[in-house]
């Protein structure tokens, strides 16, 4: 126990290391160690520390603290205190390293060896843009003065904007999906996991430069701008609720998730304007003049029988549009007044105004399943998966809330539970919303 204490102690220390793998490493370990005199020190690296992975470390180890409070109140105390006897007594930790020292080692040479490679492309093909996490790259300068001029910040080159507008687009929809899915948990009565991963991309550089020399990107670049700004505001809700002890009431969640949701869905509708603007046809070789070939004669060949292919089973062509009107009649039918989601939206109003509703004795409403979307058809139309994902949220989220309907109807509880109801419904129309946008992108192309 001595020994624990005392490397806890000097892993406390380490955390205020200038070398960030050394913060990482004490990061890791206090978290699995679950050190709690650590916990301050840890949100304050999560918030400010500017090296993303000491952050994303950060978070895992605030995340260990929650995982040992819920199993705490879910009544683990013995499986809690195994593992921590684990750490104390035979320093064992968790599976998260996978990799032997020895091919961590062989891994950041591989690593330096890619740099350096990524360094000489940047050197001979300059227009590839910025290394990633920033680094600078060389230039090559050849020949004069002439040669050494390079676009200027306010002259971007489109292409490179194009791909980092791409790239910031997706990283975007990733975070803000996950704050989505989060939020979808409180609204369900779950916990927040505190340890999922953000990208946390940074804002688009020289935005303003960009859209003065490409007014057609105008639009997408400020909706890149919005949903970063979305972004931000959402995840430090996210973020006080995990580390701050703010609690989300449920409902709060819908004034959360509209911003999330009207973001993802403008995302989605930029897509076509980050397209290329025009295909440059693949030079094709020319042609040989053709010359007089003065035949020999030569004795007849013995045809050689052909070899028999043996049958293979036809691939299977992607058609991401066949699915659309399926699609936009499930839409259609939750909307419906009388459809799942129209009358379970109804009931909840009613509920909350009377405190009960009549429909308590109406046999609940079929629910469809979720819709199967073919591999091909996912791969070949990214939107369109995304469409079907969130449709099928939408109908994940109809279904519970009917169950917590006839609960409440058998408990006597419409008015105690009504408000989570209506935000049930809320969000998954919301899920039905971003989904239509999604499919019009399908449509459109």
Known sequence: MADYQE?????MKELSSKDAATRRAAAYYLGEAGYDEAITKLVTLYKSDPDPTVRRAAAYS???FRAVEQALARGEEKRVMDLLRRVVDQGKFGRRLRLRPRSLAMLEIIMLVLLVALIALHLLLPGLGPLPGGIEAPRLVVGGPAAETTASPDAPDRQTLITNMQTL?????????TLQRQFQQVLVGSE???AAFFNEPAPLENADAAAAAYPDLVPAI?????AHATLVEAKGRY???CFDGDVIAIEAVGGLLAPVVASLASLEEITPLLSPTEEVAAPQPSTPEPTEITATPTE???PTPEPTAAPTEPLALANPRQHLVTLYGIIDEMRNPRGPAGLLRQYWTDATRAGMTDACRDPLPDVRDDYSLPPQDAEASPELAQAVEQ?????DLIRQGWMLFETACQTNSLASQAATGRQIVMTAEAAFQTAEGLLNVVRNR
């Not at 687009?169 to 990733?174: A, E, P, V, W, Y």
């Not at 449709?391 to 109908?395: A, E, R, T």
């Open 192 to 194: 927040l996991d505190c």
């Open 222 to 226: 400020q909706t890149l701008g919005n």
């Open 300 to 302: 007849a060949a013995t």
């Open 62 to 64: 605030l995340g260990m």
């Open 391 to 395: 449709i099928n949220l939408g109908l």
């Open 7 to 11: 490397t806890a102690r000097q892993k």
């Open 239 to 241: 973020e006080a609720a």
């Open 169 to 177: 687009r997706q990283l975007l929809s990733n975070d803000l999906n």
